[in-house]
């Protein structure tokens, strides 16, 4: 007796057969594309995050950075045109870093000097001696840590420490879109409210190993 079941029930069996491997191949494939597609994303996340940012780079908008003056010269004399301090004493300089109107970093003082330098680590430490080390770069950095937007900036202000009164040395702005990955160098013309003549500021991205932190300052 033949059925239609009958019938039917083996050209079913060959369709569905003939289909099998066909989908085998495609599952296996969309899974390869899955998890290539992944493992690319995996890789190029921190690149496009800007872990890898290298020396030079522009600053990634919305990233957090280390900031810190690696170095300010003043004009020798204050904004009266008189001496710093008593007799020839050279101003004692020390500075802050203000974002968004907030103080977010305040550095030591560096007595009697014209031409003041900051190492961005804790006093005892050089950058060199971090190679090879297990700190995490918060723990040793001394700096502000604020975040990149182009039309924002920081001010770095910056007095003569004395015991009475301080004298103001003047205040900059620095646009966040001026920076870039490492050092940065801005010059001034003295005015009658600055007498800074050089700024030196180092921009350090905060997820960095510390070891790229220390290539990153050579
Ligand atoms: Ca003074
Ligand atoms: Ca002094």
């Known amino acids: ?13 060959a369709w569905f057969g003939a289909l099998v491997p ?18 690319e994303g995996g890789e190029s996340e921190p690149k496009v995050d800007g872990s890898a ?36 004493g050279g101003p004692d300089i020390r500075y802050r870093v203000l974002w968004q109107g907030n103080e977010v970093f305040k550095s030591k003082v560096k007595d009697d000097s014209l031409i003041a330098d900051w190492s961005g680590l804790g006093v005892e430490l050089e950058w060199s001696d971090l190679l090879g080390k ?12 604020v975040r990149s937007a182009d039309d924002q900036y920081v001010a770095i202000e910056v007095v003569d420490n004395d015991v009475a009164d301080n004298d103001e040395v003047g205040s900059v702005e620095i646009l966040f879109k001026d920076l870039r990955v490492g050092t940065n160098e ?4 003295k005015t009658s409210d600055s007498a800074i003549r050089r700024v030196v500021v180092r921009v350090l991205p905060v997820d960095s190993s510390l070891q790229d932190l220390v290539n990153l300052m050579k």
């Open 53 to 88: 940012q290298s020396l030079g780079a522009r600053l990634v908008t919305g990233k957090t950075y280390y900031l810190f003056a690696s170095l300010i010269e003043l004009y020798p004399k204050n904004l009266e045109n008189e001496n710093w301090d008593l007799g020839d």
């Open 186 to 189: 801005f010059k001034y013309e």
């Open 22 to 39: 066909v989908l085998l191949v495609l599952a296996s494939a969309g899974l390869y594309w899955f998890l290539s597609e992944r493992g």
């Open 1 to 13: 007796m033949t059925s239609m079941s009958d019938f039917d029930a083996p050209k079913k069996t």
């Open 134 to 145: 297990k700190f995490s770069p918060d723990e040793v950095i001394k700096g502000a840590r």
